[in-house]
């Protein structure tokens, strides 16, 4: 009897199976492992997923002892109960009692998390829950997703997702959810066994612990739309040619010798393309002339399903805080500093309480921020008095959260301390300067003064540059200018060379503040750092439309906070370049500055306000000395 290729085949499979069974492999004895297996359940009364539930007590047995660990941060029971319930460790059992009635026709998820472990090694039981319904049937839909930071994108922990079937503004403030699920660190939640209804989706940090947004700190997220779940229904035909008993008997004999030996699925798919394939070849070298098969039957098979929702949500807090005066000092005699809790929303009237002066009495310094200002007091009628009275007007928001002008009286004190025998009584003008001697200076760099009061003066005769050169001296032009933001900030601007050293002369009476002190003598040597040390990014920002415009952060990642090492402000597609970069790593972020006021800003809940949005590039940036880096940002993407 002739013996075909198929048949070869199935000869060597099994050669192969006899083979291989009778290898074994040596190794070298162990120790008693460790015990890695967490607890089994050994018994449940009553049952999990129980309907018709009608008891006041769980009881959930193990195979071990047991313990539970972090059981209060871990516990979550969806739909949350006024009461939580009794649950205690007896032995190798979890007893749980409920203190209140349960809802009827309700489905309830009691979610354990990590928290029941074994007693011994802490092997713990990963997402432990126990389901139960006090109607007549199991609810089983679920959505998932997961909550980042508004503003970096990072994955938020610890953060309380919640679904209402009430669709009001009011009811997160209001009333607890109906159902809730918990983020874990890495910022993903799930709720499971949801009814088939629709819901409305809030996130809240719950500082107080009570499922209610009634803190104005409270960190909060929101969908725009409500949760809904929709029956999807998918139909797969599938069709039965009519072939060659050989082929079917091939393919069975090979599957009696995978299931027997222990072959992996794949390669049981492998195979069985390699007999179909040879049974085809023959079929169709046969009957060349043939164009189609005969048709056996059509199978017909339908499958209907809640597909699980994801929502991601932007977590942001809210600016609700109301304004008022945080600090108020008067640290020496002549100045005056107020800080407020946030920037203020208008200007700020200063004056001496049932005094009226005519003259100009002081200088105002703002924040950067505008959250706090300085007030030098340049009349010495006013700041030789040891105690003085002063009245600060300003707008704040009143209990339904509309500003109002408000007035703060301040009695401030200074005492003049007289001098210990050792002190030097040094009353010179005091300034620092951004590079320090024998420092480098980046090229795209000015020298910048910032000195500890206001300046009434400079004289540029008794300030001197020079380019050092083969030790020798070359004066160099420069210019003085007064920081446009800054009230104490000066620059001197000067074309620098590159990896060049220069020498800065400041000598007695250059500067002269508003109290008549003066500088001393200060001279410095700094250098300048090589053009080719630094390295480029070129971004090409697309997506661009006249709704909003972009503010691009060049961004120094920490572990802390983000630093932003460079800001550019655009309103059209464009290339954004980012020239004199150290050989660093960057990220780069654009804010979807919608209502173009050149910052990011948070949201609203009550006005449905999202705070706006963030982006990143996909990955960090490393940049390199004397190179140039390209990057394509379309901003919606």
């Given at each position: 009897m002739k013996i075909n290729s198929i048949q070869k085949l199935i000869y060597l499979l099994i050669i192969s199976a006899i083979f291989f069974s009778g290898c074994a492999k040596i190794v070298a004895p162990t120790g008693g492992p460790k015990d890695e297996d967490h607890p089994l359940i050994v018994e449940i009364d009553?049952?999990?997923?129980?309907?018709?539930?009608?008891?006041?007590?769980?009881?959930?047995?193990?195979?071990?002892?047991?313990?539970?660990?972090?059981?209060?941060?871990?516990?979550?029971?969806?739909?949350?109960?006024?009461?939580?319930?009794?649950?205690?460790?007896?032995?190798?059992?979890?007893?749980?009692?409920?203190?209140?009635?349960?809802?009827d026709s309700t489905t309830y998820n009691i979610y354990f998390g990590n928290s029941v472990q074994d007693y011994n090694e802490g092997n713990p039981i990963e997402n432990f829950q126990y389901v139960l319904s006090t109607g007549s049937?199991?609810?089983?839909?679920?959505?998932?997703?997961?909550?980042?930071?508004?503003?970096?994108?990072?994955?938020?922990?610890?953060?309380?997702?919640?679904?209402?079937?009430?669709?009001?503004?009011?009811?997160?403030?209001?009333?607890?959810?109906?159902?809730?699920?918990?983020?874990?660190?890495?910022?993903?939640?799930?709720?499971?066994?949801?009814?088939?209804n629709q819901y409305k989706l809030f996130c809240l940090r719950d500082f107080n612990k009570n499922y209610l947004f009634?803190?104005?700190?409270?960190?909060?997220?929101?969908?725009?739309?409500?949760?809904?779940?929709?029956?999807?229904?998918?139909?797969?035909?599938?069709?039965?040619?009519?072939?060659?008993?050989?082929?079917?008997?091939?393919?069975?004999?090979?599957?009696?010798?995978?299931?027997?030996?222990g072959y992996f699925e794949a390669d049981t798919m492998l195979l069985k393309q390699v007999i179909i394939d040879d049974s085809l070849k023959v079929e169709s070298?046969?009957?060349?002339?043939?164009?189609?098969?005969?048709?056996?039957?059509?199978?017909?098979?339908?499958?209907?399903?809640?597909?699980?929702?994801?929502?991601?949500?932007r977590?942001?807090?809210?600016?609700?805080?109301?304004?008022?005066?945080?600090?108020?000092?008067?640290?020496?005699?002549?100045?005056?500093?107020?800080?407020?809790?946030?920037?203020?929303?208008?200007?700020?009237?200063?004056?001496?309480?049932?005094t009226i002066i005519e003259k100009e009495w002081y200088i105002k310094e703002t924040g950067l921020n505008n959250d706090s200002m300085i007030y030098w007091l340049t009349d010495s009628s006013v700041y030789k008095k040891e105690s003085l009275v002063f009245a600060l007007k300003y707008q704040k928001e009143d209990s339904n959260m509309v500003y109002q002008w408000n007035t703060d009286t301040l009695n401030l004190r200074f005492f003049e301390q007289k001098r210990k025998k050792n002190e030097s009584g040094d009353t010179s003008l005091k300034y620092t300067l951004n590079i320090k001697n024998r420092g480098t200076l980046d090229l795209n760099s000015q020298l910048n003064f910032l000195f500890e009061i206001p300046l009434q003066s400079y004289d540029t005769s008794k300030i001197?540059?020079?380019?050092?050169?083969?030790?020798?001296?070359?004066?160099?032009?420069?210019?003085i200018t007064k920081d446009s933001i800054q009230l104490r900030k000066y620059q001197l601007s000067v074309d620098w060379c590159e990896d060049t050293v220069y020498r800065l002369e400041i000598f007695p009476n250059a500067f002269t503040g508003i109290y008549e002190t003066v500088n001393d003598t200060n001279i410095i040597e700094f250098q300048t750092q090589k053009r080719d040390f630094y390295g480029k990014i070129l971004a090409d920002i697309t997506g661009v439309d006249s709704s909003f415009q972009i503010i691009c952060h060049l961004i120094l990642p920490g572990k802390e906070k983000e630093t932003i090492y460079?800001?550019?402000?655009?309103?059209?597609?464009?290339?954004?370049?980012?020239?004199?970069?150290?050989?660093?790593?960057?990220?780069?972020?654009?804010?979807?500055?919608?209502?173009?006021?050149?910052?990011?800003?948070?949201?609203?809940?009550?006005?449905?306000?999202?705070?706006?949005?963030?982006?990143?590039?996909?990955?960090?940036?490393?940049?390199?000395?004397?190179?140039?880096?390209?990057?394509?940002?379309?901003?919606?993407?």
């Open positions: 009553p049952p999990d997923n129980t309907v018709n539930f009608d008891s006041k007590k769980i009881n959930i047995t193990f195979n071990e002892y047991i313990q539970l660990k972090d059981l209060n941060n871990n516990l979550i029971i969806s739909p949350p109960l006024e009461e939580k319930p009794d649950i205690q460790r007896k032995g190798k059992t979890l007893v749980i009692e409920f203190m209140e009635e349960l809802k049937y199991i609810d089983s839909l679920s959505i998932t997703g997961q909550v980042i930071n508004s503003f970096n994108l990072l994955p938020e922990e610890g953060v309380f997702v919640m679904l209402y079937k009430d669709f009001e503004d009011s009811v997160p403030i209001k009333q607890i959810p109906l159902y809730i699920s918990k983020t874990n660190e890495e910022g993903i939640y799930r709720i499971n066994n949801i009814g088939n009634d803190l104005p700190n409270e960190d909060i997220a929101f969908l725009d739309s409500l949760v809904g779940f929709e029956l999807i229904t998918e139909t797969k035909i599938d069709t039965i040619f009519k072939s060659d008993s050989s082929l079917t008997d091939s393919v069975e004999i090979l599957e009696n010798i995978v299931s027997e030996n070298d046969s009957l060349m002339h043939k164009r189609e098969k005969e048709i056996d039957s059509i199978i017909i098979e339908s499958k209907s399903y809640f597909p699980v929702q994801n929502y991601i949500l977590l942001f807090t809210e600016e609700r805080e109301v304004q008022y005066l945080a600090n108020n000092t008067r640290d020496t005699k002549q100045k005056i500093e107020i800080v407020f809790n946030k920037p203020i929303k208008d200007s700020v009237v200063f004056t001496i309480a049932d001197n540059l020079f380019a050092v050169i083969d030790t020798v001296e070359f004066p160099v032009a420069y210019n460079r800001e550019k402000i655009i309103s059209e597609n464009r290339i954004v370049e980012f020239d004199f970069l150290p050989p660093k790593e960057f990220m780069f972020k654009v804010i979807i500055d919608k209502n173009f006021n050149n910052e990011w800003d948070t949201g609203e809940y009550l006005k449905h306000v999202q705070p706006e949005e963030v982006l990143y590039y996909e990955e960090k940036i490393t940049v390199r000395s004397n190179w140039d880096i390209e990057i394509n940002f379309n901003v919606n993407k």
